[in-house]
T-cell receptor, first 114, second 116 residues
Framework: AQSVTQLGSHVSVSEGALVLLRCNYSSSVPPYLFWYVQYPNQGLQLLLKYTTGATLVKGINGFEAEFKKSETSFHLTKPSAHMSDAAEYFCAVSDSGAGNMLTFGGGTRLMVKP | EAGVAQSPRYKIIEKRQSVAFWCNPISGHATLYWYQQILGQGPKLLIQFQNNGVVDDSQLPKDRFSAERLKGVDSTLKIQPAKLEDSAVYLC??????????????FGEGSRLTVL
């Protein structure tokens, strides 16, 4: 069975500071990994994904994440936070087989201070 | 391109009443999902349809929840009778056939249910 753990339900950073949101997963097969973002009163939006190939993936809005198999991690980073980055971020995993569902972590709410 | 449409956006009912949520996926998306998102938690899959067939409903509480996608397009999720613990946002998502494998789901804005 797959599972996702997001360390820190709330993260607060100053505008311009580094953003680091942590995600660890467990999967019995090679995983596909995702970060979704949810702005207030909106649906989830795909930020970036890792399926195969390069382990450092870049997404929208300057975010990137690195798949580290040895650490079973897929942490999300952004060099410089903007006020508009304030949202809830969800890490998710699916098996690399066909038709498998996404399992989401509990989410991390990012707050950006001026 | 129109996104995933859901209605109603908000619903307040009393326990033991019934409620229905409607979802219209992105045109051409064969796969449709219903997720339950309880406050402070990540979304949990309730049911997944491929066209009008059920792929996975292992986490759907079938004694009170039902869902259908009769013509392989829009879908309805029903709760009857509702319990207090059903208070949540119900998210509908859709994907192309390839999206199943790559996790690229497109979500609607959700239907927020409050059970009193």
């Amino acid at each position: 069975a797959q599972s996702v753990t997001q360390l820190g339900s709330h993260v607060s950073v100053s505008e311009g500071a580094l953003v680091l949101l942590r995600c660890n997963y467990s999967s019995s097969v090679p995983p596909y990994l995702f970060w979704y973002v949810q702005y207030p009163n909106q649906g989830l939006q795909l930020l970036l994904k890792y399926t195969t190939g390069a382990t450092l993936v870049k997404g929208i809005n300057g975010f990137e994440a690195e798949f580290k198999k040895s650490e079973t991690s897929f942490h999300l980073t952004k060099p410089s936070a903007h006020m508009s980055d304030a949202a809830e971020y969800f890490c998710a995993v699916s098996d690399s087989g066909a038709g498998n569902m996404l399992t989401f972590g509990g989410g991390t709410r990012l707050m950006v201070k001026p | 391109e129109a996104g995933v449409a859901q209605s109603p956006r908000y619903k307040i009912i009393e326990k033991r009443q019934s409620v229905a949520f409607w979802c219209n996926p992105i045109s051409g998306h064969a796969t449709l999902y219903w997720y339950q998102q309880i406050l402070g938690q990540g979304p949990k899959l309730l049911i997944q349809f491929q066209n009008n067939g059920v792929v996975d409903d292992s986490q759907l509480p079938k004694d009170r929840f039902s869902a259908e996608r009769l013509k392989g397009v829009d879908s309805t999720l029903k709760i009857q009778p509702a319990k207090l613990e059903d208070s949540a946002v119900y998210l509908c998502a859709s994907s192309t056939a390839g999206g199943i494998n790559t996790g690229e789901l497109f979500f609607g804005e959700g239907s927020r249910l409050t059970v009193l």
